[in-house]
């Protein structure tokens, strides 16, 4: 599964966030795979799409999808420069998939700020040239390694050091190396080089109870806001404190705890929403009267590739996929109805998933 790390520097509220998200954990019952890893969250996918497949199927058993959050405590200037922690740090950063990011927004003088003010940008600045130094240090060994061989003309090396050559400049330049544009030859080299920098990035922006209705009326999240529209990136307004407690009510509960504070969504579920829609993850339903069922799926896949992520046997033996889409079954109320409206669909082999795709796998064993 793919996981977001979640990184900060100290005293941000990471541990807090990370809290909300264990409270909202899944059960272990329904997904056995979850009790792993303490620093590892295992959240759902909010969707509303599965509630209405319910009201129609009326399940014995509904199964959400899930999201995967890992807690990377431990960065502290200089980790780029590799003294124990800070190397820590950077590996487990490497093996997430993207980069969530959590910066101070609330004011709170009982709670010291590790550079002694409230300065989201310096924050984030602070934080990214560490990733960016790391990469460059990346970077700068794999030019060494093939500098001769690309003076020599040897095989395709000298199309590599171009490219190496270009990510030194951004990266010496302050930039991460997802500011950069690649071709599809270009990516595969960067797929060895697993830099960090060109991970997908969200920003968390934890502010005050006070600030959570109208985020817009805090300076620093508007401040922070300006600053990942450069980099192309969002900013989820979060009170971490108040999730931490969302989390750990049951359902009536938080609905009214919700409407008090003037949010129609959590800003955990907003997160969580967001960092999928970054990763290009998309979700399909399996449904029946014993279980509706949502899955992840990545843009793109294939109708096998998606019958695998229910078993490697669905894969194996595809044969096709009846589908249909649950925008059509919204307007058609039941599948009787979908058939003779001829909406549901006899797909192949090559057929690329939709998100919203409600699929019945046909296959040999
Ligand atoms: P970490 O070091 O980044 O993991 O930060 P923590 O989650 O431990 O939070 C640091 C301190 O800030 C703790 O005392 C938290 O209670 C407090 N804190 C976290 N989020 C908020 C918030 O939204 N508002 C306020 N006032 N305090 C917060």
Known sequence: ALTAGIVGLPNVGKSTLFNAITNAQVEAANYPFATIDPNVGVVEVPDHRLNDL???FKPKKT?????????????VK???????LGNKFLANIRETDAIVEVVRCFRDKDITHVDGSVDPVRDVETINLELIFADLDTVEKRIGKIEKKAQTGDGDAKEELDVLLKLKETLEASKPARSLEFSKEEKVWLKNYNLLTIKPIIYVA????????????????????EYAKNEGADVVPICAKIEEELAALEDEDKAIF??????EESGLDKLIRETYALLNLKTFFTVGVD???AWTFTDGMTAPEMAGIIHTDFQRGFIRAETYSYDDLMVHKSEAALREAGKIRQEGKTYKG???DIMFFKFNV
């Open 206 to 225: 934890n502010m005050g109870e006070e600030d959570i209705e109208n985020p817009q009326d805090n300076p620093f999240f508007n401040t922070l806001v």
């Open 54 to 56: 319910v009201e129609i």
């Open 78 to 84: 200089g980790a780029s420069k590799g003294e124990g």
């Open 291 to 293: 279980e509706c069922r």
């Open 63 to 75: 199964v959400p999808t899930t999201f995967e959050f890992t807690d990377i405590a431990g960065l």
């Open 258 to 263: 919700m409407e008090d504070l003037g949010i």
């Open 354 to 356: 939709a998100d919203g």
